[in-house]
């Protein structure tokens, strides 16, 4: 419904603009900064390689980006974080999603209920 240059539009220029920051960000040009992401366009999903636009609107999602580049600094080159211990973040993460289920006593619904498997509707 959405068209695909609208689309795009509205995660580049119209994000700065509601920003307030069109004049630094939301389009490749000289004086702005530059946060630029490189896509493979080769996954199985990206095919066929026709209308490269259309298929980054589309089809692409955050699996997609291969490397990541902020105000000129790399943050991911090759789906491998620069400038964080991506494992430290996971486990911080797992650690504090422990606690906050314990402080909140929902640790029953971690647990797979009782005619879960073998049916096409939970009771």
Do not use: C
């Amino acid at each position: 419904v959405l068209p695909a240059g609208k689309a795009l539009e509205m995660v580049t220029v119209d994000a700065a603009r509601a920003l307030g920051m069109a004049d630094e960000i939301g389009s490749l040009e000289v004086g702005k900064r530059a946060d630029i992401i490189l896509v493979d366009a080769a996954r199985p999903h990206m095919m066929p390689a026709q209308m490269p636009l259309y298929r980054l609107a589309y089809f692409a999602n955050g699996n997609d980006v291969t490397t990541t580049i902020v105000d000129g600094r790399i943050l991911m080159r090759d789906r491998v974080l620069q400038t964080v211990d991506e494992r430290q973040v996971v486990d911080d993460a797992q650690r504090e999603a422990d606690l906050a289920i314990r402080r909140t006593g929902l640790d029953s619904l971690l647990q797979t209920p009782e005619g879960f498997w073998g049916r096409s509707r939970l009771p």
